[in-house]
């Protein structure tokens, strides 16, 4: 398995992340996105909706669990699939996504491939964890703030290949 890290500095960068790598992709490709809420899954997802040149906006299909959108050039559907709410294999593969002939990302996928496909690049993003603030009224004991959503701050993402397709990873 080939594996590759980055370090992304913000939002418009991992949008940027996601276009260049469209680049890279055909048909067949499955991308399996994995990382704690507001790590920027679904930023790389529009990145990727946009460098693909697809129709429609890109947000997260929570609520009807897959959406495809056409090719605007002729290219393969991208399909973008939210499976948290998936338990299993079966449960992604009652979908009936035609994996062959598109281009798939899944949010929340990991596990939930198994005999799916031979093939896919594993993306699983981290964020920063909060920030101690000092309160300068009391010079007290500083408070902890989840500022997650909030920050615009730098996400590490890591890039697994599995299997043939993506045995030589050198991605964007």
């Known amino acids: 398995m080939a594996e590759l890290h980055r370090t992304i500095p913000d939002a418009a960068a991992m ?3 996601g276009i ?3 680049g890279t992709l055909q048909p067949g490709d ?3 996105l994995t990382g704690p809420l507001g790590a920027g899954k679904t930023t790389l997802t529009r990145g990727l909706g946009e460098g693909l040149q697809v129709r429609g906006a890109v947000t997260s299909p929570t609520f009807v669990l897959a959406r495809t959108h056409p090719s ?3 290219g393969p559907p991208f399909v973008h699939v ?3 709410r998936l338990n299993s294999a079966m449960e992604l593969d009652d979908l009936d996504i035609d994996f062959a002939h598109s281009i798939v ?3 929340w996928g990991r596990g939930l491939l198994d005999g799916i496909t031979e093939s896919w690049l594993d993306i699983e993003i981290e964020r920063p964890h909060g920030r101690a ?3 300068s009224e009391t010079n007290a004991a500083a408070s902890v703030l989840d500022l997650d959503h909030d920050l615009d701050e730098p996400r590490t993402v890591t ?3 599995h299997g043939p397709r993506w045995a030589r990873l050198a991605l964007v």
């Open 72 to 74: 605007l050039v002729g």
């Open 82 to 84: 939210d499976a948290y």
């Open 105 to 107: 990302v899944v949010e």
């Open 20 to 22: 260049d790598l469209a």
């Open 133 to 135: 603030l000092v309160t």
């Open 30 to 32: 499955l991308i399996v």
């Open 15 to 17: 949008h940027q992340f």
């Open 159 to 161: 890039l697994a290949g």
